[in-house]
C-alpha cells in the first residue's frame, strides 16, 4: 500500500511540474539519494516513508514562489510549500502525522540548523547531493559541505564516491 501511495504523489508531483523537466528532473534524483541513503542508514519504515514523501515534494513551493514573488529563493520555498504540499498529501489519503513532518520538513529544508532527525538530515544530504552536481560545484566546495553539513556514514560515502574525494 505504501508503494502505491508513493507512485501516486510522484505522479502527482510531476504533474505539477507539468512542462518543467528541471524541477521534475530535480526532485527524481533528490527522492533516488533519498531514498537509497535511507535504506542504507536503516531508518524504520515509518521514518523512510516520511523521507522518501518529503524528498518528492521538498521543493513544491518553487512554482508559487516564482509566480508571486519573480524568485524561488530557499526562504520562499520554505514559506510557500507546506500550504501546496498539504493539500497534496491530503487529497492523497496520507495520515495526519505524515502531513504535518512533511510540511515541517518542506517549511524548513533549507535551515540546517533546524535539523532534528534522521529524515531531515538524509532530506538535505539528498537535496545537496544533488545541487552540487547541477550547480556543477568544484570538488573543494564539495569537501568542504560533506565535512561540515553531512552527518550520516552513507550520504558521505555516497556523496565522496560521487566526487572522487578521499
Known amino acids: 500500500m505504501k508503494h502505491f501511495i508513493i507512485d501516486e504523489l510522484f505522479t502527482e508531483t510531476v504533474k505539477y511540474f507539468e512542462g518543467d523537466v528541471k524541477r521534475i ?18 531508518l524504520d519504515g515509518r521514518e523512510q516513508f516520511t523521507l522518501e514523501t518529503a524528498s518528492i515534494v521538498h521543493d513544491i513551493g518553487i512554482k508559487n514562489a516564482e509566480q508571486k514573488y ?4 530557499g526562504k520562499l520555498q520554505e514559506k510557500e510549500g507546506p500550504p501546496v504540499a498539504r493539500q497534496l498529501l491530503c487529497r492523497l489519503g496520507f ?14 529544508h533549507h535551515s540546517y540548523e533546524k535539523i532534528d532527525g534522521s529524515d531531515f538530515q538524509i532530506l538535505c544530504e539528498a537535496d545537496l ?7 556543477h560545484t568544484g570538488k573543494d566546495a ?3 559541505a560533506v565535512g561540515k553539513l553531512f552527518k550520516t556514514a552513507a550520504g558521505k560515502d555516497l556523496c565522496r564516491m560521487m566526487f572522487g574525494i578521499e
Request: aromatic share 10%; charged share 25%; hydrophobic share 35%.
Open 25 to 42: 528532473q530535480h526532485f527524481t534524483k533528490v527522492y533516488s539519494y533519498a531514498a537509497l541513503i535511507g535504506r542504507l542508514e536503516g
Open 70 to 73: 519573480g524568485e524561488c529563493s
Open 95 to 108: 495520515d495526519g502525522d505524515t502531513v504535518e513532518r512533511v510540511c515541517y520538513l518542506v517549511g524548513n
Open 129 to 135: 547531493i544533488v545541487n552540487f552536481c547541477e550547480e
Open 142 to 144: 564539495v569537501e568542504a
